[in-house]
């Protein structure tokens, strides 16, 4: 499967399997212990804000923000949508908050997050960051 | 001490320990494969949502998409021509914020 084919998110980890039982979500770049911990992290940063987080890892298309904005656009509702999308291989992690979204979560939060996030993935460490990305992003939204 | 002892002793012992610490190196992570900045890594691109919309954390089946990309799928079907309501997504885009970084 490429990026191109990987047309809607997984609702769920576990959803996310082919025929033969395999999942082929543990092909990515997360083992079943990471896959929980973000399923966790996710789940608990929907519930405190109301909004609406998803994450993708994978390549990016030049440009890579409209590539990013088009993803976030393709999410059921994009204006209380969070979207963290990473490119491991090209090393850079694009934000993307939507038109309600913004208000409650400036930039320069945003830029906060992603400060850390990639402190995290220059140290290797992807599932870390990422966790960590997503429990500051709720943070600093606060509670629904 | 016979021949065959000494060489048992003194080949045969080191030898079984290079082979246990190599079996330990080599067969010890089943997943070679571990993100390292600057190397290439290969992997299936993912896209996650939370499952919390999820009763008793039993997952939809993969063809259900009723949390996800409505947007789109409603734009797809839309008969050819007829252009209808600007697209759901061209409003927000404007409006989108965030942040990007490197590493």
């Known amino acids: ?144 | 001490m016979s021949v065959l002892e000494t060489v048992l002793i003194f080949v045969g012992v080191p030898a079984a320990v290079v082979a246990v610490v190599a079996g330990l190196v080599y067969g010890g992570s089943r997943r070679g494969r571990r993100y390292r900045p600057g190397r290439p890594f290969e992997f299936t691109p993912v896209w996650f949502l939370s499952s919390q919309a999820q009763p008793s954390g039993v997952g939809y089946p993969a063809g259900d998409d009723r949390r996800a990309v409505t947007g789109a799928a409603e734009r797809a079907a839309l008969p050819a021509g007829e252009e209808g309501p600007e697209p759901a997504a061209a409003a927000p885009h404007g409006a989108t914020g965030g942040a990007s970084d490197r590493w």
């Open chain 1, 1 to 144: 499967m490429t990026a191109g084919e990987l047309e809607r998110p997984a609702t769920g980890q576990v959803s996310h399997g082919s025929v033969t039982g395999h999942p082929e979500v543990l092909d990515g770049p997360f083992t079943t212990r990471q896959l929980l911990r973000l399923d966790e992290a996710l789940r608990l940063a929907d519930r405190s804000t109301g909004l609406t987080f998803s994450v993708y890892v994978g390549e990016l298309d030049e440009p890579v923000r409209a590539h990013a904005e088009k993803l976030h656009g393709q999410l059921a509702d994009p204006d209380r949508s969070v979207l963290l999308a990473v490119s491991p291989n090209q090393r850079l992690l694009e934000i993307v908050t939507g038109a309600e979204t913004r208000k409650r979560l400036p930039d320069r939060d945003a830029k906060l997050a992603a400060l850390s996030m990639a402190a995290a993935f220059g140290g290797g460490d992807l599932a870390g960051g990422i966790v960590t990305g997503i429990a500051q992003l709720a943070d600093h939204a606060g509670r629904r």
